[in-house]
């Protein structure tokens, strides 16, 4: 088992520890600069998990923040705001595990 399966393994006790600060540090490790549409994102799939206790598909993201924010997103700006895999950069920036469908 190398670091990152590790990572994700042990993770459930990450979102208790995640904090704004902790957030920061791995976007920027990720080379992304959080912006506002980056923090409704990443509050509604924390609000997500802890509801469900599974991270959303890209899918029913996209249908949350419409229905939440009034958000028009595509996947295409997911891949834009979150660089390559935008659902595991949003559970890693989030704290949480790195969900089962990644894109």
């Known amino acids: 088992m190398n670091k990152k399966t590790k990572y994700y393994k ?3 006790k990450i979102p208790k ?3 704004i600060k902790k ?3 791995i976007a920027k490790k990720l080379n992304i600069l959080l912006t506002h549409e980056h923090w409704k994102i990443i509050f509604l799939i ?3 998990y802890k509801k469900y206790n599974i991270i959303p598909t890209t899918r029913m993201l996209l249908l949350s923040l419409k229905k939440e924010y009034k958000m028009l997103l595509t996947s295409q700006d997911l891949y834009i705001l979150f660089k390559n895999t935008p659902m595991k950069n949003i559970s890693k920036i989030s704290g949480l ?3 089962q ?3």
């Open 10 to 12: 042990n993770n459930k």
């Open 17 to 19: 520890q995640w904090n």
């Open 23 to 25: 957030a920061h540090l």
């Open 46 to 48: 924390k609000k997500f």
């Open 97 to 99: 595990p790195e969900p």
């Open 101 to 103: 469908t990644c894109l």
